[in-house]
């Protein structure tokens, strides 16, 4: 069975800080794929990166920067120098073959970026 | 249109009452995928389509509930009888690529409340 886990519920930091939003993930497939979603308050996700198993190259994207290792079956991103509109709620998900089609999402990490 | 367009985006019913909730995905995209998020969770899967065939409905909850998108584009998922524990935000995406992984587009929802 797949499964994601994002521990931290909520989290809440100062303009500018850096801040580091955990998922760990679980499948018995050796193929598979993760995403990080976000969610604005308006409600609707939206697609932030897309990771293959066999691509643990961190990938970092202006102040975006995600850090996959398959050794702790984690998924992490970081936000650099964090401003106000990042706040919305994070959410982690995989896609594994054995339930090809079905994205399973952690319970999404809330985070509160104040001036 | 430009995004995934659902409506209605707020509905009230009655216990007992049926619904239908419908979704327009972006033009082009094969794979229409429908999500259940309640309240501070991350979305939990219903059922999906490629075209017009529904290839996984494991998530549906009851057989209260059953989606069709009969020409391969707008979709309506139809809740029977409704119950309180129905309650939720209804989440449409649809997806471009006929493979498994593809990054999910999602509407702003139809939030559900029954009374």
């Known amino acids: 069975a797949q499964k994601v886990t994002q521990a931290q519920t909520e989290i809440s930091v100062v303009e500018k800080e850096d801040v580091t939003l955990d998922c760990v993930y679980e499948?018995?497939?050796?193929?598979?794929?993760l995403f990080w979603y976000k969610q604005p308050p308006s409600g609707e996700l939206v697609f932030l990166i897309r990771r293959n198993s066999f691509d643990e190259q961190n990938e970092i994207s202006g102040r975006y920067s995600w850090n996959f290792q398959k050794s702790t079956s984690s998924f992490n991103f970081t936000i650099t120098a964090s401003q106000v509109v990042d706040s919305a709620v994070y959410f982690c998900?995989?896609?594994?073959?054995?339930?090809?089609?079905?994205?399973?999402f952690g319970d999404g990490t809330t985070l509160t970026v104040k001036p | 249109g430009a995004g995934v367009s659902q409506s209605p985006r707020y509905k009230v019913a009655k216990r007992g009452q049926d619904v239908a909730l419908r979704c327009d995905p972006i033009?082009?995209?094969?794979?229409l995928f429908w999500y259940q998020q309640a309240l501070g969770q991350g979305p939990e899967f219903l059922t999906y389509f490629q075209n017009e065939a529904q290839l996984d409905k494991s998530g549906l909850p009851s057989d209260r509930f059953f989606a069709e998108r009969p020409e391969g584009s707008v979709s309506t998922l139809k809740i029977q009888r409704t119950q309180q524990e129905d309650s939720a935000v209804y989440l449409c995406?649809?997806?471009?690529?006929?493979?498994?992984?593809?990054?999910?587009?999602f509407g702003e929802g139809s939030r559900l409340t029954v009374l």
């Open positions: 995406a649809s997806s471009l690529p006929t493979g498994r992984a593809g990054e999910l587009f």
């Open positions: 499948t018995r497939d050796t193929t598979y794929y």
């Open positions: 033009s082009g995209h094969v794979s």
């Open positions: 998900a995989l896609i594994d073959n054995t339930n090809a089609g079905k994205s399973t």
